[in-house]
């Protein structure tokens, strides 16, 4: 007699994988496993309450199987489902990016208050490592602007270059691969520089998630020194260059006395900061001449 496989329903299926996950330690299981089966069935989580009785198909089965399994090894979701949503748009990401952070669209409002208060028409805005492209593209979406988006990984500009046709900015970014440690000798010809550089320090990435610190690009989290080498590098170049320069750059969670005492030995005095929805200090923005 041919065996009988087992159904298995939506219900079913959320409620043990919840239990896994959760076992596993992995923060927010239900909604992981809500996420998970959505993308597995090409719906969204509202779908799945909708049709909660009806059972899996054997391929939808494996696909999920395949799927949590990966999550249970403390892959990120956004890496499993390889998508993430960032200021309202959805962005490809895979392990060789970063996954954009809902604190790093503050990096977005503030730009676009300070592009707007300075009137600034058309502005050339420079980007360093861009990642995924998620901040040129969040900021090309909402204005008029021409972007040099520049990363030191191939791998991730091709991601990036993906994500700005998607989301319909190709006309308006340039990616290159540069870094600014060889390739970049000042900012001239641009109106504002932005960045959520790798500020992690070299001894702080024991204290990361697994999540983070065995998935995502070492370069993109850590500069392998104090966690201040982007930051000192960006204010030497925009201290270089002749005529105004301003500059937009993300900090990490309790840094900014780091960042200003950098700035201010730096001769850098012109420059404020801006706190994340969180209250935390999260943007600094100087003006540089
Ligand atoms: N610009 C990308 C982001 O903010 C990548 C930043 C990075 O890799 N440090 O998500």
Known sequence: MAEVSKIWRIIDLLKITEGLLKEKGISSPR?????????????????????FEKPLQESELTEFRGKIKRRLSREPLQYVTGKCGFYGMEFKVGPSVLIPRP??????????????????????????????????????????????SIDTSNDALKIAEENSGTNNTSSKI???LKDIFRDVMDFSGYDIVISNPPYIAFNELETLEPEVRDFEPLAALTDNEDGLKFYRRIFELATKTDGKTSVLLEIGDGKRANVE?????????????????LNIDRVIYAEIW
């Not at 909604?31 to 719906?43: F, G, I, Y």
């Not at 050339?124 to 909402?142: H, R, V």
């Not at 005492?261 to 929805?277: E, H, P, R, V």
């Open 31 to 51: 909604l992981n496993a809500e996420l998970l089966l959505s993308d597995t069935l090409n719906t969204n989580r509202m779908d799945l309450y909708l049709n």
């Open 103 to 148: 604190e790093t669209e503050t990096l977005i409002d503030v730009s676009l208050e300070n592009i707007r208060a300075r009137e600034l028409d058309n502005p050339k805005i420079l980007e360093i490592g861009t990642g995924s492209g998620c901040i040129s593209i969040a900021i090309a979406g909402k204005i008029n602007c021409r972007i040099d």
């Open 174 to 176: 340039n990616f290159q």
């Open 261 to 277: 005492n950098l700035a201010i030995n730096m001769g850098i005095t012109n420059y404020c900061f801006y706190k994340d929805l």
